[in-house]
């Protein structure tokens, strides 16, 4: 073990039992990789352990490394892995589309682009009804934000402060973090006060942050705007949920203003928050534009965009397209992911077990001044550490070690936030009650031995 705590093997939190050996592993170790990947891969990747976890199998909610180590996944791989690590139904559909048609592009007839875009249709309100496939998320909102800013013929965006919706240039304007901005033109977006019910100057009075975007279409824009963008729960920015009363104000004032709202649905989409199938659900309004990506495909690389009919047609004066938007694959595992949320409950699943992790975290609260706040929805939970909770001060580096150290138990829990101090949890939709008891006897046991 690399933990620098003194453990008690006796008192250690136990995993739950789990029926699944992987096959052994033959290739090369995580020093190696490490080596290669200093060498050849991003610089700017930053990776999550002292010691780099090297993973090679997963099963369900459990990933394994190369010494066959099980670790509980309450990550899912940045809230992507909805149905399950290699879920069998998921597996099935990309290995026989793959062994039939690897890819032919949308300039052809193929029934998994359709079929697939029909499922996706009937999953969403009101005149919802066309799909732009795209290959991430990042591509699924520059297509939002082209799209509004065609159909309105306004340039202005509004986004919200610690949002994050992609990296590429249009996305990087929206997204409001400094983390993910570098030095580009990014013109014609307004960041708006972030309605941070931990943090927030209004505290959970949602259409008093909203009265900050009346304010910037007044002062920044003409008073006209081509659309706003949201996520209902920030992801990257530490599972931070819109106070309530915020979307429907802000709807309402954009659509006064001609924009359309957009509704980044990358991490809370694919019934992540339980209550909902999309995050926007909980907030009783209806999006121009719905964007999505990560648990559309359980980890295949598959995002989309989906408009009306009205919107959708300010691209058909030019060629829109890309090479592999709705490829068979990745289409035929998109909709093996939707049969599989609904044939396994996963929602209501996500709800029960969901609800039942955020009252025994909030419980854990109680006994420890480090954690400051308890929150999200459904299994997109967030826990914030501070040193101190009058002033709120990040607990960064206690962050860092605790999520070391619940790797050493065998936890793997993702951590974000603008000061890096949210514990972000987004596990695979099919974690059960046992596994939240682990989870939360793992961080009970690494906070208590501090
Ligand atoms: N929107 C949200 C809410 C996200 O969380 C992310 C990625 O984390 C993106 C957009 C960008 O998606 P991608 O990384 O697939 O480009």
């Known amino acids: 073990s690399q933990s620098s705590l003194q453990h008690n093997e006796a008192s250690l939190p136990k995993m739950p039992p789990f029926d699944y050996t992987p096959p052994p592993y033959t290739g090369p170790s995580a020093e190696e990789i490490f080596k290669k990947r200093k060498e050849y891969l991003n610089p700017a990747i930053f990776h999550f352990y002292k010691d780099p976890l090297n993973l090679v199998d997963g099963k369900m909610q459990y990933l394994f490394d190369e010494k066959g180590r099980r670790y509980l996944d309450a990550f899912g791989g940045i ?10 139904d998921v597996v099935d559909a990309i290995v026989n589309q793959t062994k039939r048609l690897q890819h032919s592009t949308v300039l052809y007839l193929n029934h998994a682009i359709a079929d697939f875009a029909e499922a996706l249709v009937s999953k969403l309100p009101g005149d919802l009804k066309v799909v732009f496939f795209t290959n991430s998320g990042t591509e ?10 065609l159909y309105t013929g306004c340039h202005d965006i509004i986004s919200i402060r610690n949002g994050y919706h992609g990296n590429a240039a249009g996305t990087m304007g929206a997204t409001a973090q400094s983390n993910y901005k570098f030095n580009i033109v990014q013109t014609g977006v307004h960041h708006a006060l972030n309605p941070d019910q931990y943090r927030g100057v209004f505290g959970s009075d949602g259409p008093k942050y909203a009265r900050d975007v009346e304010d910037l279409i007044s002062y920044g824009t003409s008073g006209r705007v081509a659309g706003f963008i949201a996520e209902a729960i920030q992801g990257v920015g530490g599972i931070l949920e819109l106070a309530p009363g915020y979307l429907p104000s802000v709807y309402s004032t954009i659509r006064k203003a001609g924009g359309l709202c957009i509704a980044d649905e990358v991490q809370s989409g694919f019934a992540r928050t339980g209550s909902h199938f999309w995050g926007f659900e909980a907030h009783g309004v209806v999006p121009d534009i719905v964007t999505m ?6 980890g295949i690389p598959l995002g989309a965009v989906v408009t009306t009919p ?12 890309n090479t592999f938007g709705g490829n068979p694959v990745c289409t035929a595992g998109g909709l093996a992911v939707l049969k599989v949320i609904e044939k396994e409950k996963l929602q209501e699943n996500a709800f029960k077990v969901g609800s039942y992790l955020k009252e025994r975290l909030t419980s854990l609260k109680e006994k420890y001044d480090i954690i400051g706040d308890v929150r999200g929805r459904g299994l997109m939970l967030g826990v914030e550490l501070v040193q101190d909770r009058e002033l709120k001060t990040p607990a960064k580096s206690e962050t860092i070690r605790i999520m070391d150290e619940m790797k050493e138990i065998g936890v793997l829990i993702g951590k974000g936030g603008f000061h890096g101090n949210v514990f972000r949890i987004t596990p695979p939709l099919c974690f059960t009650k046992e596994d939240a008891d682990f989870l939360v006897d793992a961080m009970d046991y690494t906070i208590s031995k501090m």
Not at 140 to 149: D, F, G, K, Q, V
Not at 293 to 298: C, F, L, Q, S, V
């Open 79 to 88: 809230a992507t892995v909805c149905c399950g690590h290699c879920h069998p």
């Open 140 to 149: 699924a909102n520059e297509l939002a934000i082209l799209m509004s800013r």
């Open 293 to 298: 990506a990560k648990g559309i495909g359980n």
């Open 310 to 321: 009205e919107i959708a047609k300010v691209l058909t004066h030019r060629s829109y397209f």
